[in-house]
């Protein structure tokens, strides 16, 4: 079974920095497309990070040059580096995986069967 368990998150000043942390159990790590979403208040889910099976990694744009998703293979866990965080980037984040073999990262909920429990991240001054 598919276990996806998040750490991580919490509350920074803007400017400030993160690192989230997802530990993946029940597959063969390396084989699924992974990623990072969030989700703010009335807000629908985003794709915010993705990697690929082959270790290609995509970013949305509004967070481009400030976060990085990496993965730890030794110890099957996803990462979220956020730096110069903004009061924008206010949300619950999830981590996911895709449940296939993906050549190239997606960002699309419905690519996603599997799912971490959320931790949020606050940034306000």
């Known amino acids: 079974q598919v276990q996806l368990v998040q750490s991580g998150g919490g509350s920074v000043q803007p400017g400030g920095s993160l690192r989230l942390s997802c530990s993946a159990s029940?597959?063969?790590?390396?084989?699924?497309?992974m990623a990072w979403f969030r989700q703010a208040p009335g807000k629908e889910r985003e794709g915010v990070a993705s990697?690929?099976?082959?270790?290609?990694?995509s970013v949305i744009d509004s967070v481009k040059g400030r976060f990085t998703i990496s993965k730890g293979n030794a110890k099957n866990t996803l990462y979220l580096q956020m730096n110069s965080l903004k009061p924008e980037d206010t949300a619950m984040y999830y981590c996911?995986?895709?449940?296939?073999?993906?050549?190239?990262?997606?960002?699309?909920?419905?690519?996603?069967?599997?799912w971490g429990q959320g931790t949020q991240v606050t940034v306000s001054s």
């Open positions: 996911a995986a895709s449940g296939r073999y993906c050549y190239r990262p997606r960002l699309g909920v419905a690519e996603y069967n599997y």
């Open positions: 029940g597959y063969t790590y390396s084989s699924y497309c």
């Open positions: 990697i690929s099976s082959e270790g290609s990694t």
